[in-house]
């Protein structure tokens, strides 16, 4: 019988690791704890607007090579949507101003030298400190690294280290935010496209995989559960799901990749990030202006990103603890009136839905950034993937698929 590699987490992780096995020609079976694949990144129908949304809003860039190779492999890489050049919006709700942000495709900054083109306020020498966070030693954060002040910090480097981080910057590991860094601005425009998934996460990230998967013969099995992992003294030797226990042959092999506060439970010794940081998010049931650009950052708000998607606007708000316990009906409405003055749309609130999400990513410090385990383990059969994994990025779409990634090559060297 041909060996089976046992994928646990049907999220991007463990979707992207059964993709490169199944190229492989490795029989695969994924076992999903809940009713759907997905994990973070999935859509459902919301009967409190009505319609079909996404639980997050998730950006994607140009030069995510591993998502954009992802989403190739499965035939949707047609399905995001975004500027033909690297460009970003943005409104001051505190001064009124507004402004585009465009940068020069090359990864010579010309946009730099170019007063209409960089950020208002801003003088070509004020960019020069961003090259610290290229060089930062390990171990440091953001705010050992540049000052985290000024229009420039204020106007981008804030905003884009937040939503990359999930974290206030100034506490970011330094590591995380130079990554960023190299491989967005310090690359080029060409990298920094912004691409969103218009007809929602699971059209575009979820069901083509899936049906990927089954047309090369992997096995899905949802609403089970892993209990417990069986383990010998070099491998992972039977799987139990409680009502099931799956005995390993000899050339059979494991990939977890579930969150970590799941995976520690289930891997004695296993360190992990231990703190976390939330997300929450907002949906209205509105039809964007015709004018409004598929995303805006909106500073000196509550509010940080918007998005448009055909009748629906939604909303971003990163490092989001300090919104998970007050009233939804109170944030609904905070949310919408910035909403409505960045946008210009009715300032009566339209059908909602706040989703928030407590553990959204790990908490992006250098002490818990230092905690993430790799994709290898001393099981030799036996590999983790997630975007808690150490894949030099911090918690996003892009790092969740180089994890499956490097969790298959892990699997895929076995003898």
Partial sequence: MAATVHIIGAGLAGLSAALKLTQRSRSVVVHEATAFAGGRCRSYHDAAVGM??????????????????????????????????????????ASGERWTLRFSDGRLPWWILDAKRRVPGTRVLDYLPLVRLLRAAPGKSVGEVIACDGVLYKRLVEPLLLAALNIDP?????????????????TGGRACRPLIAREGLGAT?????LSHLQQRGAVLRLEHQLRALRFAADKVEALDFGSETIALAADD??????PPYVAAPLVKDLAVPTEFRAIVNAHFRIAPPADMPQILGVLNGTVEWIFAFP?????????????VDGARDVLAKTIWSEVAAATGLPAELPPWQIVR????????????????????????NFALAGDWTDTGLPATIEGAIRSGNRAAEVIARLP
Avoid: C, M
């Fill in 311 to 323: 009748g629906r606007v939604s909303v971003t708000i990163s490092a989001g603890d300090r919104l």
């Fill in 170 to 186: 100034p506490q970011g590991a330094a590591r995380l935010a130079s990554a960023i860094i190299r491989e967005t601005l310090a």
């Fill in 52 to 93: 079909t949304i996404d639980n997050g809003n998730h950006l994607l860039l140009s030069g995510n090579h591993a998502a954009l190779a992802y989403l190739r492999d499965v035939g949707a890489a047609d399905r995001l949507v975004g500027p033909s050049h690297a460009e970003f919006s943005f409104v001051d709700l």
């Fill in 205 to 209: 990230l979820i069901e083509p995989a």
């Fill in 253 to 258: 092999a494991v990939i977890l990749a579930v």
């Fill in 357 to 380: 999400e407590r553990r959204a990513t790990f908490a992006a410090t250098p002490e818990q950034d230092a905690k993430r385990p790799g994709a290898a383990t001393r099981w030799r």
